[in-house]
């Protein structure tokens, strides 16, 4: 039968049906690792530690800028998008259907959502981390939407997201100043749930939203709260099966990438405001940074820990002007 | 249990996993056309035709640029990918696995293949015809591969690649002289069925490969060639259930679509040698042109049928020149 009614249901997009048998040529946290399987199990493992399991703080740490975000393609998308009274995409790179959020449209104005790119993009960092064998044991996102959404479809793509429960963090949260209409209607740890996403209702985070806002924040000051942040969370004692010891991913803001490459050295690097002023430049949608804790207790940058993305192109439009001359040259 | 073997099996990597209730805001062919639904079934049946099928020289014509290329953007891919004897992708956005075409790897050096990002592109597309109403009843593609590869994956995010057989056409291939080293080694309508290809194996195409390498072309006859072919595929008669006549695809190059706009008109305009010096920077990857046959037989592009497809960014890699710095500027 022909399916070519509105609205019939769709196959999946799928991007590659074959790849089981392949891998990428990167390294994993065994070829990193600087220190022996048998050893490291040895002394992380305690009497109350089920076996084959290590309690221990965070052996790595991988930070994630979010994906491509709709608002910076498409601005006055929620507008433009529910001319007809309901949301309709009017790009093929934007979502067929938004996250079914139980709350209006207008707050995903100051809370938007990833774009069609973006959901591969997170899913492709998803299949790095499982080819590459670096999946989280635990997962922390800020707690704007887009961070959500990136950390759940690279959790989806590897396969793996009924087995790590999203924690999010408002402290991960960018820069308050950025946002001068006030606090964005973020979404609830139980409204995400009613949405499908895999997250931590019983997670107590740092901070919430509302103590963020509480009071100004300079951008130093900003800084300051983000480090302390993902140098406290990777301190966090967690279990896993890893014998090299609990992966954490931190999924944020460019910033976020940013600050934790001064975090996570011998001396921190704070970030001034110029740094900041765009800082989306200098790390692209999805770009990651995995850091590993040498048993020096001392952070490493691990460059080749997941492969890059690199592709190209802003648009499928023809040129017209181009296309439609009347004369040969 | 966790799934972080090398090689393990992947899920599906799915772009949007409810894509069921909406669509976009998109003429279809019903909104453009110009002939109504009755007369058009009255004029066009024909004795022999089952009922409810017509049949009937193509009512619109889509014309389709395949998918980012790999060898674009990764130059050297060949050599880069096999340095342990077996391909390995060495970027998120390389394929994971390569079509499995029983041939040497060699042949993909004048013949490429998709990246990742192509093929989502070219299911993006596919997304497009299906909620637009606008499939094709016969899709034609260039010898390329990576034209094969696009019209196969657009069908198939349709859900609708076991209803069509991809005719494959040399005629369609684009100017022989931007490849100075002769004929690429296509793969044959029996190896690309073989790799699960839907390709029309009976299908007699119009100029064999050999013939089109059987004497240097100039590129105004590359010119003359396309626009003949493209002209010529859109009068042949075939069959269909949409009461508007048959909708065709042509999947090939740049210069493809610039020389399609060019045909369908009223008077013809040719591409000249300049003008396909850099065509791809006016006619991006999967950059369609979809054109109506009018009441008076007069071919019309038709701008909205298909959504366009807008993204951004080219690389996830960090800049690290920023990201290292030492102190605060």
Chains 1, 2 share one sequence.
Not at 112 to 130: D, F, I, K
Not at 287 to 316: G, H, M
Request: proline share 7%; charged share 20%.
């Amino acid at each position: 039968m022909r399916r070519s009614d509105r609205g019939s249901p769709m196959h999946d997009i799928i991007v590659s049906p074959k790849c089981v048998a392949s891998s990428y040529g990167f390294a994993t946290l065994e070829d990193t690792t600087d220190v022996p399987r048998t050893a490291r199990s040895a002394t992380s493992c305690t009497a109350s530690t089920p076996p084959g399991t290590i309690r221990n703080a965070a052996r790595r740490v991988i930070v994630m800028r979010h994906g491509e975000r709709l608002d910076d393609l498409f601005p006055g998308w929620i507008e433009k998008s529910c001319l007809s009274g309901v949301y309709r995409a009017y790009d093929l790179n934007m979502p067929l259907v938004l996250p079914q959020l139980d709350r209006p449209m207008a707050h995903f104005d100051a809370d938007t959502v990833l774009t069609e790119m973006g959901t591969v993009l997170a899913q492709m960092v998803g299949r790095g981390l499982l080819i590459n064998k670096t999946l989280p044991d635990v997962v922390y996102t800020s707690p704007a939407l887009r961070c959500v959404q990136t950390a759940s479809f690279a959790l989806k793509a590897a396969g793996y997201d009924d087995q790590v429960k999203i924690r999010v963090e408002p402290a991960l949260f960018e820069n308050t100043t950025l946002y001068p209409e006030g606090q964005p209607k973020f979404a609830t740890p139980a409204q995400l749930a009613a949405a499908d996403f895999n997250v931590d209702a019983n997670y107590k985070p740092i901070m919430t939203a509302d103590k963020l806002w509480s009071r100004p924040e300079s951008i130093e000051e900003y800084g300051d709260r983000l480090q302390k942040t993902l140098l406290q969370l990777a301190e966090n004692i967690e279990t896993t099966t890893n014998p090299y010891g609990p992966i954490i991913m931190i999924v944020g803001h460019a910033s976020t990438v940013d600050l934790a490459i001064g975090a996570f050295r011998e001396q921190i690097r704070r970030s001034s405001a110029a740094d900041l002023l765009n800082i989306g430049i200098f790390y692209p949608f999805c770009a990651t940074a995995v850091f590993d804790r040498s048993i020096t207790q001392q952070w490493k940058y691990c460059e080749n820990a997941l492969p890059p993305i690199t592709y190209r192109n802003f648009t499928s439009k023809i040129n017209s002007r181009f296309a439609f001359r009347t004369s040969v040259k």
